[in-house]
Every structure is written in C-alpha cells, then in structure tokens.
C-alpha cells in the first residue's frame, strides 16, 4: 500500500475562507448544510457534478421509519441488528431509529410528497430484512430522487437567503490539516481546472461511496472514493473497509444492447416486497430451503444463494419474474424500473429479468458516530463515507437515505452549537506523491471483480493485491482521470487488505475458504495511515447504551 499522505500538485491559483466546507449533496450533505444555513454559518458546498448527481438520487428503494402502530422501534432496531450480522453499534441504531420519523417530517415540512393510500395515510411497504411493511417510497421506485428534488430545491432557498455558497464541477482532491493534524480545509480542482484552498474550521465530508471499483455497479460515476481516499491519506480512520455490499438484483443488459459507460439497473428490493420471485436459468426457486424470510432475506443473503447457484448451474445470471404485476401494475408502482428495463431490451411485465448481483453499498469507511465526528480534529463523515455502527456487517435496506438524513442534521446541529469555538488552523503541507496513471481504473476493476467480490479466498484477495502493487507503477499527472484511478486504488486496497485479514464470513464479507462465522471476529477493524505506514486497530464490539437512549429504548 503507498504511503501517500497527500497528492502532489502546483500551487494553488486561488484561496478562500469559510466557517464550514460540505463535500457531497447528497442527502447527509444537504441535510447538514440546510441546518448550518439556518443557523447563519458561511457555508461552502462543493460537488465534483451537479448538486443532483448523486447516489441519493438515484435511490429506487425508499426510508425505513416507524410509522405505523403495528411497528415499534424495537422492531426496527431488531431487524437492523439482525442484518448487520452482529457488527451493528446498537447506540447508533437506536438513535438512528428514534431520529428517523423526524427526518421524514422535516423532508415532508420541505415539500417532499411520498406515495400515500387510498385513504391519505402514507403507504408503507415491505423489503428484504424488515418483518414488517415501514419503507416509505415516493412515485413508486423514485424516492431518492423526489428526496434529492426536496432537498436541492431548499439549498436553492437557503443559498439566496443566506449566502451560502455552491460550487459545482468542483472536486475534492486532498484535506487540508494544520501542524497538530486537525483538518482545516480542502484542497479542490474547480470547474476551470484550477487548484484552490478552502480554508475552514470544519469540513463535513459526504461525498459517497467505492460502487466504482468493481465493473458491475450500482453506483453513479462519482462513486470512486474521492473523500474515503482522501481522509485516509489526511491520517482519519478507517473501519469495516471489508464489509461491501452486492445487490442481489442487477440487470444484465441483453447483448445488443450494452452501451459503454451506461449505469447500472438497480432493480428494487421493493419489487421482490411485492412478490416478484428469483429463479435460477431453469426457472427453479432460488431461495426456498435458504432463509425464513425466502426472496426477502438480507441482501447479503440473497446475493450469496445467486452467486452460488449460477457457479452450479454454469449461467451468467438468474432471473426475477414478476410478470404476475401486469402492466398496469408494473407503470403504476415501478414506472422508472420499467422504462429502464425496456431501453436496455428488457421488458419485465412480459419476461422475467436476468439479474446477477452488482457492488452497491460500503458498510464501511471513515470511522464516525452518528454526530459525524471522526478521529481527525475538524474532519465529520457523513452518510455512505461514514461507518457509524449503523450499518454493522450488511446494511438493512432503506436504512441508509435514513441514516444520512439524520447523521446529517445531527452533524450540522453540533456546529451549530459550537460555532464559537470553531476556528481553522493554518494549513501545513505533508509528504507527497504522485496521481496514478488513468489506465489503472481498468487494472483496479479487473483485480476486484476476480478477487473481492461476493466471495472471496485468501487466495484471490492475495492475487488482487498483487495486481494492485503492479499498478502502481503507472503514474501520470493530476486531473480527473488520475483523481479517479488513485483514489479507487487507495479504497480497492483498502477493501482488499481488509477483507484478507478478516478470516470468516460475516455479513456481505464472505470467505468461501472460511464459511462461518467467528466469534473471535465480533468486533471491528480499524486502519490509520501512521508516520510508519498503515497500522491495524481491533475494537471490541460495544453493547453500553447511554442512559438517555435507556429510557428511550423502554
């Protein structure tokens, strides 16, 4: 692994201060700088896109809140530790848990208009891991997207109201830290190309996940790693990097339709919560005899019986058949899956859909709680860059548009109530090397796919690390291409290394060479770019509950 501990660059053309920096806009971005909006801090958003191109708004699933009187929090907090396969924090579940509905309220107080029943009352569906219906969608499959509408839409209001200031096609290429280590800015390309500094007494970093290290993927373009990468070379922590998550059911474009740099059709849980079925080539149910919950286990689960049944068969995928929906059915409650199914030779109201599992969600990343805060000084992570404990070994579906809605304002509301004592440091340089070459995107891809995928082998993981330190040697100047392929490397290393050294399958890490789980491995693992190179933590799993989340919980 290199010891990077920032990128080499020229000088920066431009500097700026501000109080806070946000990274990202999805939703743990936006919701952490709508809340220092209100509060009157100077804010800058910077996102390597669009304010709109994010993961978030590309969620089909929908935000898992107790909702209803036939649910309680003890069951969402259940089912969330029953999917995260013992690695879960239990204080950052219940807190996530008792912060949701809150969350959803103040997404409905900004204009966010989620699907509702024949009599007003909001409709509330069912998917893998949950044992009852608490996922609330908006216009069938586009929740993330009506989330992200509602949300950009109120940066608009806040950025002409309170001077906060959104720089787009702007990406983060390092954190700044000053002589003691605290984090005090970002370093960035803007849209012109330029290098600049943004000096900050706290940069909150959402800026999503590592879907982009692997071929098949779920995830958006700007899914490569930027702040996980960049928090590791700034001497952040970094824990549960091994834990990746593989949906169960991603299309599998026909021949003829494939399109170079197309995204990948998630197809939602949501379809199989309505009672689509997963076969296998000769049409067998996958899932019978494999888990109580059948097509609606925990996507770890599911992801494993298809990888396991296509290796027996000899097929390239299986198939999820909901033909039984009909095409009123399909148009009303899944019209974006629909669409994109038919633009890509797919049409699932006549044909089942060919489906194998795609990288989709990082369980791990920058250590944090739930407030955000890191090991760094003046460094927060929110959001699918952030592991908090919520997640644990495999996340529950819906929880993480939830998580980020709430870690957010969580983390806006503690600058807030700090903001006296916020004040930046000075910026001091640190040892540097070069970008990787553009090329090693493909280098890094091809090593993931056959070594650190949905199983893995010490064998293979030990292969991929060796084609990753072959990588390395093709270097090239800094700019986006490098960007992307240094940082999926830094994160593909990570992950690799990680998973090599967790011998036992848990969760979404699974080691076919070590099948079950260990009891020796309840507990988590913790990297930190030392001044010798990475140096490996342990810490024991936390079951203490705070007094207050006591009373709560009871």
Not at 70 to 81: C, E, F, I, R, W
Not at 219 to 231: E, K, M
Not at 411 to 439: H, M, Q
């Amino acid at each position: 692994m290199r010891m990077l501990r920032e990128l080499a660059a020229p000088a920066p053309r431009w500097r700026r201060r501000t109080d806070v920096v946000v990274v990202g806009t999805g939703a743990g971005g936006l919701a952490a700088t709508l809340r220092l909006a209100k509060a009157g801090l100077a804010t800058e958003v910077v996102t390597r896109a669009g304010v709109t191109d994010t993961a978030t708004a590309w969620a089909q699933g929908g935000l898992a809140a107790v909702w209803s009187a036939s649910d309680s929090p003890g069951q969402h907090v259940a089912d969330t530790l029953e999917a995260g396969a013992g690695l879960c924090d239990p204080a950052a579940v219940w807190q996530l848990v008792l912060g949701a509905p809150d969350a959803v309220r103040r997404l409905i107080g900004l204009g966010a208009s989620f699907d509702r029943d024949a009599s007003g009352r909001l409709d509330l569906h069912l998917e893998g891991g949950h044992r009852t219906r608490r996922i609330l969608h908006a216009h069938g499959d586009g929740s993330g997207a009506e989330v992200e509408r509602a949300l950009a839409e109120a940066l608009a209001g806040a950025t002409a109201a309170s001077g906060v200031r959104v720089s787009t096609r702007t990406r983060l290429v390092d954190l700044l830290t000053d002589a003691s280590g605290a984090c005090c800015g970002v370093r960035v390309l803007d849209a012109d190309g330029w290098l600049g500094e943004i000096e900050a007494a706290a940069v909150v970093l959402a800026s999503g996940g590592v879907g982009q290290a692997w071929s098949t993927t779920t995830n958006p373009p700007v899914a490569t790693g930027d702040g996980l990468a960049a928090a590791w070379r700034a001497g952040a922590a970094v824990r549960d990097v091994e834990f990746v998550q593989f949906h169960p059911t991603l299309l599998v474009v026909p021949d003829g339709f494939r399109r170079v740099g197309d995204r990948g059709v998630l197809v939602s849980e949501a379809v199989r919560g309505e009672g689509a079925r997963l076969l296998d080539a000769g049409r067998r149910p996958v899932m019978a005899g494999v888990h109580p919950l059948g097509d609606l286990a925990p996507r770890d689960v599911v992801s494993a019986a298809l990888e396991a049944r296509m290796a027996a068969t000899g097929a390239s995928h299986c198939l999820l058949d909901a033909t039984g929906f009909g095409k009123e059915r399909w148009q009303r409650q899944f019209p974006g899956i629909l669409a994109l199914c038919r633009e890509r030779g797919v049409d699932p109201v006549r044909e089942p859909i060919p489906v194998r599992p795609g990288a989709h969600y990082h369980c791990g990343g920058v250590a944090a709680d739930l407030d955000g805060r890191t090991s760094l000084p003046g460094l927060f992570a929110v959001g699918e860059v952030a592991a908090t404990g919520v997640q644990g070994a495999n996340r529950l579906a819906s929880n993480s548009i939830t998580e980020a809605l709430v870690a957010g304002d969580r983390a806006g509301a503690l600058l807030v109530g700090d903001r006296f004592a916020l004040e930046a440091g000075r910026p001091a340089r640190r040892a540097s090397g070069s970008c990787l070459a553009a090329g090693v995107v493909a280098d890094v891809r091809a090593a993931m796919d056959a070594g650190a995928s949905v199983y893995r082998t010490e064998e293979g993981l030990t292969d991929a690390l060796a084609a990753l330190a072959r990588a390395e040697a093709s270097r090239g100047p800094l700019g986006h291409a490098a960007l992307d392929a240094t940082n999926l490397h830094t994160v593909a290393t990570l992950v690799a290394t990680a998973a090599l050294r967790r011998t036992e399958s848990r969760g979404c890490h699974r080691r076919a060479d070590h099948p079950e789980p260990s009891s020796d491995w309840l507990g988590r693992l913790t990297w930190r770019l030392g001044d010798d190179g990475p140096q490996r933590d342990w810490e024991p799993l936390s079951t203490h509950l705070p007094a207050d989340l006591r009373e709560d919980a009871a």
